[in-house]
């Protein structure tokens, strides 16, 4: 089957400097794909493109088999975009805004009405139908706008940075959606650069740092291939340093703490607290943090 | 990159962009529609009947007479100009609609193009609502003066498309009050508005003809109202036609290149 999306050398200039610097990927129909990394990784550009907002500067790019600079209209009907920062209607109330956005999109008006209280309900705002935008939460305000993308019925729906700023409560909500749209077969592509969300929602992500593409697979085979099955932080003390120098293993210094990464971390860890006897010791499963520090570095970054 | 003169294709999914600001001002239609009416009634009042009972008549026109499509003209310029700065600012800038709208099949083009059509909109509706005041004032003759409705679509596209290209290049919308205070409040005055620009000393006569849109739609306007044709309508017509095309063009490629990057 061939992708709903594909990049190849693609790259994006904005002036002097390169935001996306030549990188291709591949998004499969019906899966969740992530774009994971740090702000300015080049993630939102990307999804600009991907959405004909903004032109690419070099490479190839297609969506759903067109060309975002030939068929930008027929591509745009046929996705659903949820940006990064809030731009709904504040004219109107939150059923008037699925409206007024589906006649952007030439829907019938009695099938935007039926779409538009299906699409409340979908995201659980049924009682604010009538409620102006300004009055939301900032988690209704998000899942308004999820209801927005969703008017067109998208084949692919474009999320960035779709969970900034929200509590653990309406975090969840968001995922639970976006899990119940894949599994209705929609084609969901998010940017995050919540390690944990991109962990649980996507079934392949890249990881992304200075525009280009660090890494690409499934979170668990990455978490598997890069750090293993466990890390073990232990408080750096001089004895815990001369202990792993002796057991020749390998450590990160990480200034108060030194970092282990090992596939079979529990005996390590019990060797290393027998021998050294270190005050402090955890063992915890490798996450895509893990993946992310070591590939890209554990320096703060400029603007971070 | 597209030339700042290339013309730009709109589709007619641009009157989706005017339909959304209609909806909003019928929403808000009291507030809308009163202005119109008090705003004719002041001028008619204050300068008409005030300052009218010591000029008496201008060329063998009554005073009141003489401002009567100047209200108008100013009014078809105010609406569109202000609608397409502080307005049209408000909606890009701050409520970010334009980036709403263009993840849809509406394309910058068409939103702008719809933004300019509902500025011109605005001028339309302000001149059919004053219209009827001054016809019970009987300081404007009818039906010749109905035409100051189409009229005012023109005139509404030309300050529309005007007022655009500031907005596409205004840092913030502070800055927009420089517009608002060197271009519109001496044009509103000197454009041969409420004395005829005869008055003027020769050299500010040609540049109000030449350079001060106000100057056609005020000319024009005058000559539906009085009415008092002559050919000249077809010199003040022509220009506005040709400044509209240019205005409106520029103003979609500014925009395109202040919004696409």
């Given at each position: 089957?061939?992708?709903?999306?594909?990049?190849?050398?693609?790259?994006?200039?904005?002036?002097?400097?390169?935001?996306?610097?030549?990188?291709?990927?591949?998004?499969?129909?019906?899966?969740?794909?992530?774009?994971?990394?740090?702000?300015?990784?080049?993630?939102?550009?990307?999804?600009?493109?991907?959405?004909?907002?903004?032109?690419?500067?070099?490479?190839?790019?297609?969506?759903?088999?067109?060309?975002?600079?030939?068929?930008?209209?027929?591509?745009?009907?046929?996705?659903?975009?949820?940006?990064?920062?809030?731009?709904?209607?504040?004219?109107?109330?939150?059923?008037?805004?699925?409206?007024?956005?589906?006649?952007?999109?030439?829907?019938?008006?009695?099938?935007?009405?039926?779409?538009?209280?299906?699409?409340?309900?979908?995201?659980?705002?049924?009682?604010?139908?009538?409620?102006?935008?300004?009055?939301?939460?900032?988690?209704?305000?998000?899942?308004?706008?999820?209801?927005?993308?969703?008017?067109?019925?998208?084949?692919?729906?474009?999320?960035?940075?779709?969970?900034?700023?929200?509590?653990?409560?309406?975090?969840?909500?968001?995922?639970?959606?976006?899990?119940?749209?894949?599994?209705?077969?929609?084609?969901?592509?998010?940017?995050?650069?919540?390690?944990?969300?991109?962990?649980?929602?996507?079934?392949?992500?890249?990881?992304?740092?200075?525009?280009?593409?660090?890494?690409?697979?499934?979170?668990?085979?990455?978490?598997?291939?890069?750090?293993?099955?466990?890390?073990?932080?232990?408080?750096?003390?001089?004895?815990?340093?001369?202990?792993?120098?002796?057991?020749?293993?390998?450590?990160?210094?990480?200034?108060?703490?030194?970092?282990?990464?090992?596939?079979?971390?529990?005996?390590?860890?019990?060797?290393?607290?027998?021998?050294?006897?270190?005050?402090?010791?955890?063992?915890?499963?490798?996450?895509?943090?893990?993946?992310?520090?070591?590939?890209?570095?554990?320096?703060?970054?400029?603007?971070? | 990159?597209?030339?700042?003169?290339?013309?730009?294709?709109?589709?007619?999914?641009?009157?989706?962009?005017?339909?959304?600001?209609?909806?909003?001002?019928?929403?808000?239609?009291?507030?809308?529609?009163?202005?119109?009416?008090?705003?004719?009634?002041?001028?008619?009042?204050?300068?008409?009947?005030?300052?009218?009972?010591?000029?008496?008549?201008?060329?063998?026109?009554?005073?009141?007479?003489?401002?009567?499509?100047?209200?108008?003209?100013?009014?078809?310029?105010?609406?569109?100009?202000?609608?397409?700065?502080?307005?049209?600012?408000?909606?890009?800038?701050?409520?970010?609609?334009?980036?709403?709208?263009?993840?849809?099949?509406?394309?910058?083009?068409?939103?702008?193009?719809?933004?300019?059509?509902?500025?011109?909109?605005?001028?339309?509706?302000?001149?059919?609502?004053?219209?009827?005041?001054?016809?019970?004032?009987?300081?404007?003759?009818?039906?010749?003066?109905?035409?100051?409705?189409?009229?005012?679509?023109?005139?509404?596209?030309?300050?529309?498309?005007?007022?655009?290209?500031?907005?596409?290049?205004?840092?913030?919308?502070?800055?927009?009050?420089?517009?608002?205070?060197?271009f519109?409040?001496p044009m509103?005055?000197f454009s041969?508005?409420?004395?005829?620009?005869?008055?003027?000393?020769?050299?500010l006569?040609y540049f109000a003809i030449i350079v001060l849109p106000l100057t056609h739609?005020?000319?024009?306007?005058?000559?539906?109202?009085?009415?008092?044709?002559?050919?000249?309508?077809?010199?003040?017509?022509?220009w506005?036609?040709?400044v509209?095309?240019?205005?409106?063009?520029?103003?979609?490629?500014?925009?395109?290149?202040?919004?696409?990057?």
């Open positions: 089957m061939s992708p709903v999306i594909e990049a190849i050398g693609l790259k994006k200039n904005y002036g002097t400097m390169t935001a996306v610097n030549g990188i291709g990927f591949a998004v499969r129909e019906g899966e969740i794909f992530g774009f994971l990394g740090p702000n300015g990784a080049g993630k939102t550009t990307t999804m600009k493109m991907i959405t004909c907002i903004s032109p690419r500067s070099a490479g190839t790019l297609t969506v759903l088999g067109m060309d975002p600079e030939q068929d930008p209209a027929a591509i745009k009907a046929r996705v659903g975009v949820v940006p990064q920062e809030t731009n709904l209607d504040p004219d109107f109330t939150c059923r008037d805004n699925l409206l007024t956005y589906a006649r952007y999109f030439d829907i019938e008006k009695n099938e935007a009405a039926r779409r538009a209280d299906d699409l409340l309900a979908f995201v659980q705002l049924q009682d604010k139908r009538d409620a102006p935008v300004d009055k939301l939460s900032g988690g209704m305000k998000r899942r308004l706008i999820l209801a927005r993308a969703l008017v067109n019925n998208p084949k692919i729906l474009i999320l960035d940075e779709p969970t900034i700023g929200l509590d653990p409560h309406a975090r969840h909500l968001i995922w639970e959606r976006l899990k119940a749209l894949k599994a209705q077969g929609t084609t969901v592509v998010l940017t995050t650069h919540y390690m944990d969300e991109a962990a649980r929602l996507c079934d392949r992500l890249v990881i992304m740092d200075y525009g280009r593409i660090l890494v690409e697979g499934a979170p668990a085979a990455l978490v598997q291939e890069y750090i293993g099955e466990e890390v073990i932080e232990v408080e750096k003390t001089d004895a815990v340093i001369s202990c792993l120098k002796e057991m020749a293993v390998p450590f990160d210094d990480l200034g108060d703490t030194v970092e282990i990464t090992h596939t079979g971390g529990q005996d390590i860890g019990r060797m290393l607290y027998d021998r050294c006897r270190p005050r402090k010791i955890i063992t915890r499963l490798a996450t895509l943090e893990d993946v992310f520090l070591k590939l890209a570095g554990r320096e703060l970054r400029e603007g971070a | 990159m597209t030339g700042i003169l290339t013309i730009p294709t709109v589709t007619r999914r641009a009157w989706k962009v005017w339909h959304r600001n209609l909806l909003v001002f019928v929403r808000t239609w009291q507030v809308n529609f009163f202005p119109p009416f008090v705003e004719a009634f002041l001028y008619l009042t204050a300068i008409g009947l005030g300052i009218g009972t010591y000029v008496g008549a201008i060329d063998g026109i009554p005073y009141v007479n003489f401002i009567a499509p100047a209200i108008l003209a100013i009014a078809v310029m105010n609406s569109a100009f202000f609608e397409c700065t502080y307005g049209s600012y408000v909606r890009m800038y701050y409520q970010k609609s334009f980036d709403a709208m263009i993840a849809t099949p509406l394309s910058i083009e068409d939103v702008i193009a719809g933004e300019l059509l509902w500025g011109a909109t605005r001028s339309v509706m302000y001149v059919a609502i004053m219209l009827p005041v001054l016809a019970a004032f009987g300081v404007i003759s009818l039906p010749a003066s109905l035409i100051a409705i189409p009229l005012a679509f023109l005139g509404g596209m030309m300050f529309a498309g005007i007022a655009m290209c500031f907005t596409a290049i205004t840092p913030g919308i502070d800055t927009l009050n420089y517009p608002a205070f060197l519109i409040t509103t005055l041969g508005t409420f004395f005829p620009l005869t008055l003027l000393p020769a050299a006569q739609l005020v000319a024009a306007t005058r000559m539906c109202t009085l009415p008092a044709f002559s050919h000249s309508i077809l010199l003040s017509l022509a506005m036609l040709m509209t095309m240019i205005s409106c063009i520029i103003a979609i490629n500014l925009m395109k290149r202040r919004l696409i990057v």
